[in-house]
C-alpha cells in the first residue's frame, strides 16, 4: 500500500534480501483503496520474480488476493505477506490458500496453555481464536503482572514495573525488554493449506524471541 507502512514494510524486506544476497527485483506500490489490482498483477507476473512479498491490509488485501487468485498469480511466484491471520482467511476462502506470513499466535501452537485457552474459546465463542484473540490474552496477564510486581496501580511505579514484566502464556514467554519498552516474544511461520472444512493456517517454522525483535531502538536484525 502507497503509504507510509507499506513503503517502510518494503524498505526493511528489501534490505534483509540484500543482506541475505538475494536480487531483490523491484517494488510496485497500490493507492489505499485500489480495487483494480490488474495491471499491479500483470507487472508482478512479467517481472521473472520467483516470490513476491506483499504488505496490504483491510479491504485492499482482500481485492488483491481474490484478484490474484483468478489471474493464478501464485502458479507464477510464491506470495509471503506480512501476517496471515483468520480474518483474512474467512473473508477470501480458497484464494488464501498457499500464502504464507508470519503469526505471533496461532491456535495450532502445541502447548498445554494454548490448548486450554482454545477449549475455554471455542466454548465460549463457538470457534478457535484468531490471532487478534491470542495477541489479546496475554496483554490482559501482562497488565495485571505488572500491577503485582510494582504493588501499586499508580503510574510512575507501575510504568518501572512493566518495563521488565514478563510472563509464560498461550503463545510462550512474552517479557518486556527495558531500553525500548519493545515485547520479545516468539513468531510463527504459518502456511494456509486446504483443511477439511476450509482453507487452515499451519504453523511450518518458530522462531525464539530473540531472533523475531529487532536490534534496540533499531529495525535491523544481527543475524
Known amino acids: 500500500m502507497d503509504y507510509a507502512w507499506g513503503r517502510n514494510s518494503v524498505a526493511v524486506f528489501a534490505g534483509e534480501m540484500k543482506r ?59 506470495m509471503p505477506t506480512e501476517v496471515v491471520d483468520m480474518i483474512t482467511v474467512r473473508a477470501v476462502g480458497k484464494a488464501a490458500i498457499g500464502l504464507i506470513g508470519l503469526s505471533r499466535y496461532s491456535a495450532e501452537i502445541d502447548t498445554p496453555a494454548t490448548k486450554a485457552f482454545v477449549a475455554l474459546w471455542q466454548k465460549e465463542y463457538g470457534r478457535a481464536p484468531d490471532s487478534n484473540d491470542g495477541e489479546q490474552w496475554p496483554a490482559c496477564q501482562i497488565l495485571p503482572a505488572g500491577i503485582e510486581a510494582a504493588g501499586s496501580t499508580d503510574i510512575e511505579p507501575l510504568r518501572a514495573a512493566l518495563a521488565n514484566v514478563a510472563i509464560d502464556g498461550v503463545k510462550g514467554q512474552v517479557a518486556m525488554r527495558a531500553c525500548d519498552h519493545q515485547v520479545v516474544q516468539p513468531g510463527y511461520i504459518l502456511r494456509v493449506e486446504k483443511g477439511g472444512t476450509g482453507p487452515e493456517p499451519k504453523i511450518i517454522a518458530t522462531f525464539p524471541g530473540e531472533r523475531t525483535a529487532p536490534a534496540c531502538l533499531k529495525m535491523t536484525y544481527d543475524d
Open 20 to 78: 541475505a544476497v538475494k536480487e531483490f527485483v523491484g517494488a510496485v506500490f497500490s493507492p489505499t483503496g485500489t480495487k483494480d489490482f490488474s495491471p499491479y498483477i500483470t507487472k508482478i507476473r512479467n517481472s521473472g520474480a520467483d516470490v513476491m512479498y506483499f504488505a496490504l491490509a483491510g479491504d485492499d488485501l482482500n481485492a488483491f488476493l481474490v484478484q490474484a487468485k483468478q489471474y493464478r498469480l501464485s502458479e507464477k511466484v510464491q
